[in-house]
């Protein structure tokens, strides 16, 4: 039998805790697995494109459980009334490789996305940094905007989108937090003026340039966030050229992120060592930083891990996925005669808790 936890409950969840506090926790979480990178079955994430969008799985494993994601990104969706991205994730046990939580993933990785960047803001961003620019507003930016306040101290945020409605919409659902003034820019060279952190969530699957090298001033944070994949960026190459550039997963980065405009002896850190000190992620107050964040497995096995010790409830439905026999050899058994084969006794259809869309 495997725990389900669907879009209701993380709604639930979300509403009892609050946005802020659910990154936060989640943030200690990726923390947490980042600092065990070495114990890590990692690899990039593979993936399946097409002319308007991508389809991939994220697997990673540290030898106990396993998980994966099954994500896509299709910006032409919103156009159909659809998500751009939308996902589902597995937390299985690796001595008997059975699924023990399935899961909604596109709200919690909106969730996870915000905690990765304000992780990693922590350790590159100047720390007086109090006004931040926000680039995109689709999906993605209220996380993002309140993982920032809330946790980072931004006291002002600078908006801007191609869509003007999307800019209304981000507005609107910020008006919960008071102290976080808003300015409406006309372009994005009028928002990120005087910014000290720069975040863009851009999904349109081109090489973009989102943001010129005339555009940053010194000592500005740069939060790479838009759905990366082949062929999509957003910023200009000279800013990586003179930038302390910081990736997940190398491999991965090298393939989806900003780092496929750069040669392949560009150097570049880790996230894990920054966490671990072993690099400093701002060697000083005039230093140009870029994390360039795909999105990598682990962070979602941290998410996993968030979801069974957060939200998983003893009430939480159950899936009748897996077979359950009297004999585990005789799963034909189960084909013809059902009620003699399985534990239960009781036919699959009988047991299984309906899911309420």
């Known amino acids: 039998m495997v725990t ?38 990692k690899c990039a994430r593979v993936a399946s494109h097409s002319d308007v969008g991508v389809i991939e799985l994220m697997p990673i494993s540290d030898g106990t459980q396993y998980s994966f994601k099954y994500v896509n990104g299709h910006p032409k969706n919103t156009q159909e009334g659809l998500l751009t991205v939308t996902a589902f994730g597995v937390l299985a046990d690796v001595d008997t490789g059975y699924p023990k ?43 993002q905007a309140i993982a920032f306040h809330c946790i980072l101290g931004i006291q002002e945020l600078r908006v801007y989108d191609v869509d003007p409605a999307a800019t ?31 975040t863009t969530v851009t999904a349109d699957k081109t090489n973009a340039l989102i943001l010129l090298p005339d555009m940053i001033g010194d000592g500005v944070h740069i939060n790479g966030v838009g759905g990366d994949c082949p062929g999509k960026t957003e910023l200009h190459a000279d ?11 190398e491999p ?12 392949a002896d560009f150097a570049v850190t880790e996230l894990w060592q920054i966490l ?23 962070e979602d096995f ?29 799963l034909f058994g189960m084909a013809v005669d059902e009620k003699s084969t399985t534990v239960s006794g009781i036919i699959a259809t009988e047991t299984a808790v309906p899911i309420i869309a």
């Open 239 to 249: 800013i990586l050229k003179n930038a302390n550039v910081v990736v997940e997963y």
């Open 101 to 143: 939580l399935l899961s909604e993933l596109t709200l919690t990785t909106a969730i996870r996305t915000a905690a990765t960047s304000v992780l990693a803001a922590k350790y590159m961003a100047r720390p007086d940094s109090r006004s931040m620019a926000l680039i995109g507003n689709g999906a993605q930016s209220e996380f």
């Open 168 to 198: 209304d919409k981000l507005i609107n659902n910020l008006r919960a937090y008071p102290n976080l003034r808003i300015i409406r820019a006309g372009s994005t060279a009028e928002a990120v003026k005087g910014a000290d952190i720069v």
């Open 252 to 263: 991965q980065s090298r393939i989806e992120g900003e780092l496929q405009q750069m040669p």
């Open 302 to 330: 941290s998410a996993m891990r968030y979801l069974e010790k957060y939200v998983m409830q003893k009430s939480s439905p159950i899936l009748d996925l897996v077979p359950e026999l009297l004999n585990p050899k005789d």
């Open 276 to 298: 671990e000190g072993r690099v400093a992620g701002r060697h000083n107050e005039k230093q140009v930083t870029v994390f360039d964040s795909v999105g990598f497995a682990l």
């Open 4 to 41: 389900f936890i669907g879009t209701q409950e993380m709604q639930s969840h979300l509403k009892k805790v609050s946005v802020e506090t659910a990154i936060a926790r989640l943030a200690d979480m990726i923390k947490e697995d980042y600092l065990r990178w070495n114990q890590f079955d």
